[in-house]
Each structure stands twice: as C-alpha cells, then as structure tokens.
T-cell receptor, first 114, second 115 residues
C-alpha cells in the first residue's frame, strides 16, 4: 500500500469509448501527477497539478483530459483514444511541487485500446 | 532538453554477484536524484534519493548510489545481489527550483538475478 490508489487496475476500451481513470492519495500531499509508461520507453510526465491547479501539460493530445477536483483526487478522462495510447498510466503525488520532495506512485492502470 | 540515460537495458547476474547500474543526466542546474524500483506486478517504490550533502547515499535493501557532480552521474550499487532483487530499476532526476516533484526518468534497467 503506497498511499496512492488507482482505479481501475485494468481497462480495455474501444476507440470510440469514453472512460475515466481515478487516482486518490491519502498522504495529504499538495501535488499530483499523471505519467505514462509505455513499453521500451521512459516514463513520460503528462500532467502536473499543484494545489488543484494545473501547472504543467507536456504536449499531451486533447483526447486526454485531466481533472483535479480537490487535493486528494485526480482524474484522467479518456475519449477517442488510439491503439498507441495503450500503456500503463501511473498517478503520483508529492508533498509539494518544489524543493526537496519525492514522488509516491500508485500501482497504475493498464490501459488497452482496441 | 533535459534527459536521463541508463546504459544497461538488461542485466543478468548470479546471486552474490556485485551490481552497478549506470545513470547519467543532462541538466546544468541543481537537481534532486532518485532511484526507483519496480518489482514484478508492483508499484514503483523509492529505493534511495539524493537532495544534498554526502554524495554517497544509502537506501533500502542494501543499495547505495554515488552522486558525482562532475560526471553528471548517479550510479546504483549493491555489493551482493539476491534473487529477490529481480526487478526493473529506474533512475530519475528532478530539477530543484520550482519543479521538485517533476521527474525525468531513464528508460529503466531490467535486472534478472539467477539463484
């Protein structure tokens, strides 16, 4: 148990579907992140939220839409995805978005787009 | 652009062998440095971190890493590996100022330890 919980653990969706990934952190952290882990590639930072405001969007296509309704929850809304979007999506949180801080990761959602 | 390079993609060792995994980064400013481990089917876990001070950092499970600023390196070491160390290891760098939680990862090194 890491203090960062992601649901669902596995998701299979068609290219025309709309689905959402959920992340919840129980650590009292102020910053939350979405990372994408594809096979044979480094983890890629997608979005960063600090104090519920988006502070970074790393050129992510608009078919990925994040939402941070409060400091404990982070969503990633998915629509009209492509097969190449199949990957492990990791949520992380850290105490702050600055200074000496470390990230705690959830177990990820394994997404398959068919 | 900032980047992290892990030189070994797959390392195979026998139990009790010594381990060293290389990590180099490109960033000119102050950085925080991390090694994360991902055991099969589990989440990414922090192995050790360097923020400042002694460049030789000790982590969990007997791992250590040395920060050599002049070489932009942060190599991971363990004197004697065990079968349970089989996992994927990720080096990560975080620029310090205003972006402490943002991590730039290397590609990862898969370690297989044979009993």
């Amino acid at each position: 148990e890491t203090g960062v919980t992601q649901t669902p653990r596995h998701l299979v969706m068609g290219m025309t579907n709309k689905k959402s990934l959920k992340c919840e952190q129980h650590l009292g952290h102020n910053a939350m992140y979405w990372y994408k882990q594809s096979a044979k590639k480094p983890l890629e930072l997608m979005f960063v939220y600090s104090l519920e405001e988006r502070v970074e969007n790393n050129s992510v296509p608009s078919r990925f839409s994040p939402e941070c309704p409060n400091s404990s929850h982070l969503f990633l809304h998915l629509h009209t995805l492509q097969p190449e979007d199949s990957a492990l999506y990791l949520c992380a949180s850290s105490q702050d978005y600055g200074g000496n801080t470390e990230a705690f990761f959830g177990q990820g959602t394994r997404l398959t787009v068919v | 652009a900032q980047s992290v390079s892990q030189h070994n993609h797959h390392v195979i060792l026998s139990e009790a062998a010594s381990l060293e995994l290389g990590c180099n980064y490109s960033y000119g400013g102050t950085v925080n440095l991390f090694w994360y481990v991902q055991y099969p089917g589990q989440h990414l876990q922090l192995l050790l971190k360097y923020f400042s001070g002694d460049p030789l950092v000790k982590g969990i499970k007997g791992f250590e890493a040395e920060f050599i600023k002049s070489k932009f390196s942060f190599n991971l070491r363990k004197p004697s590996v065990q079968w349970s160390d089989t996992a994927e290891y990720f080096c990560a760098v975080s620029p310090f100022y205003n972006q402490g939680g943002k991590l730039i990862f290397g590609q990862g090194t898969e370690l297989s330890v044979k009993p």
